[in-house]
């Protein structure tokens, strides 16, 4: 491993080594927060006991349904906004204040055009990440230099060669960055979704277990919640970081 | 030659025109799902509308919107002022960037209600709660941005700063902020953003007041009208802020 | 002549300094250490090199021979990895000494600030009054042919203009020792050789010492007093010529039949050194 990745191992391990030492020692009550370990123990024990394992695979499914459509959705509409510049800038402006509407609020709307299955929450997590993987669409074709096209109109390229040898790779590096972002926020959607409304999945679950005080349930939940996140973002970010060596990239 | 303009270009009308006809665009195609999903589902825009000015008249509306409005003003300077240090701090020292970039990313990653009731067991119920709630949301994107701006700054920049002998404070001051301030203002924009969601997320359990706590109520009684009423005002106020910060961005880009 | 006498006040060394070196490396070289899936670098060096006070030297050779290695570590802009590097007799660390003013290739004028304000971010932590600032600032901009767009911001300016603001704000600290880094590589032709006169002005009316890397022959041969002819990498001096010019030039020279013989000299020196470099690459 790395240096850099040795050293923030290390910040990670003493973090978790404080928590666990103030939860122990009594610096933060119990009732707030349980120790790390005990944090392990329930998450393993959620696993093995096989009770949630439905909730956790309903929850991993709806999210990676989200994000698909996000990306590719996202991937096409940034294609079309680029391609019509006035459209584009005036959309800009909207799309910044997109974020502030909670768009859970839709959840009623989506359960009467897609019914009572997971098709509204995957919506509301498609919803929440499409916009980033647009925007970060545009970004990176902004970011393509000009004399790429003219070099691609030198050889004669048709239009689906253009964007496929040349559009695509130039702009892989945005394209990346937005479906890391898409990721992040259709686990955000989807779980926030289950948080406030849903009677399924892992975020009604950590609910449930807030409500009837079982913290040892919520936060084996929340654990393995963040490993999940944890484990997808560190592959994710492997593998860009493997493709920027070859491009001599940051 | 070098005449300093004091208005807008003409495009900037043009745009305004432009975005005012994609806002009509959405309006219609609210409509059309109000029609397809009937009242009980989707409130008209009108309604919306109707009961939206209905709020604003009755005066018991005014104490929850300052309530969300203080935590909200809170949070908001936590996020931007705290998120702008931190990320400048994590951009101009590489091994930290380097380190910090991937914890980042993965502390955006956790969806952020979950952690709610920590926050709720950690600050009790009140003000206190929701702007943390707002301050966790909004300060994330800002780091993140000023962080990936820092870094990517020219480093010529930083060679003349080392050239003109600049101790490291007056290079983020006078050389690090303004050449990223694109950069920065678009990770205020979103920040922003997700602090006014945050604030109201926070709002709306634990709270006895806010527009939060009102959405939550409408929401429980089914009341879409008033339930579009607030989301049309958050989403108003968002783009009021954020084409301010356009227009900041844009006369500052005037010398780029 | 009060602006003459202005900019040139500064060039007189600290008294006790009375040596006729400016600036000296001994020994001096740069490997860069091994990293991620490359063996460590050897980049520049072992070399000597003394610049006279007042002198104008440029510095030429093969591309990725080290030249710009060599300004960093004489600018203390990185550190030698072996020998020693002083500038005024006193040794150069990781700071960049007092005294010496560098221009890079790049456009690093501010696109946020004005020319002028610009220009008066040189003297930001000099301590000096606000009236001498500001004359020094007027000053500077003038000489550079800038006046007239001292309120104007770098974007709205040519590639050369914006060099002439990074010019006047390292003239406005007063260097005694310039550092110059190929300043003209980014500009058409024509523009460098009315930008060579205006750097020959500006090195007579400050006499400061300078230190210019370039990759152009007639460059290097119409405006310095020596020229160093770099190897290919890693890079040491294989020859100094004198070229001999009067103090009061400027790219007329062209037509003195010297300068002909001076970059055809230079030239033939190269041209080895170059195909090496390209033969090493192709034998890997």
Redesign the interface.
Known sequence: MSRVGLIRLAVVVAFVALLELATRAGWISSYSLIPPSQMAVAAVQILLAGRMLDDILLTLQNVAAAFVLAVVVGFFGGVLLHQAPRLRRAVDPLLASYYAVPVFIFYPLMIVIFGLNAWPLIIIGFLFAVAAMVVNTLDGFDRIPRVFFKVARVQRLSWTAEVFQVTLPAAAPYLFNGAKLCVAYAFIGVIAGEFILAGAGMGYEIAFAYNNFDNRTMYGLMLLLLVFVTTVNMSLYAWEQRLQRRRGGR | ??T?TTSLPAGAGR?AR??L???LGLIVLWQL?HW???S???ASPWASVVRLGELLGRASFYPNLAETALAFGQALVISLLGGLAIGVALGANR?AG??AD??L??L???????????IL??FGLGMEAKVAFGAIHGIIPVIIFTMNAV??I?P??L??A?????GPL?TAR??LV??C?PEIV?GF??G???T??GT??GE?FASQRGLGFL?MKA?HS?D?PT??AI?LL??A???L???GL?ALDRR?H??? | MTAVKNLRAAAEPPPGEASDVQAAVRGVTRVYPAAAGRPPLHALGPLDLDLRRGEFFSVVGPSGCGKSTLLDLIAGLAPASEGEVSFEGRPVGREVPEGVGVVFQEDASFPWLTVRDNVAFGLRRSGLPKAEVAERVDHAVGFMGLAAFAEAYPAQLSGGMRQRVCIARTLVTRPRLLLLDEPFGALDQQTRLLMGDELLRLWRETGATVMLITHALDEAAMLSDRVGVMSRRPGRFIEILETGWARERDSRVVSDERFGRITARLWSLLREESLASIEAGRSK
């Open positions: 030659m070098a300093a745009q432009d975005t006809l994609v806002l799902l397809l999903a009937g009980v589902a989707l091994l380097a380190v991937p914890i990313v993965a955006y990653s956790i969806p952020k209600v979950t952690l709610y009731p920590l067991l950690f870094r990517h020219r010529v920049y060679r003349s080392r050239v003109m002998r600049l007056e006078t050389i303004p050449a301030i678009s924009r979103i922003f953003a997700l006014i969601l109201l997320i709306l959405l929401m089914n879409t339930i579009l989301a958050l989403f106020f968002a783009s802020c954020s084409w356009l500052l005037r010398r780029t």
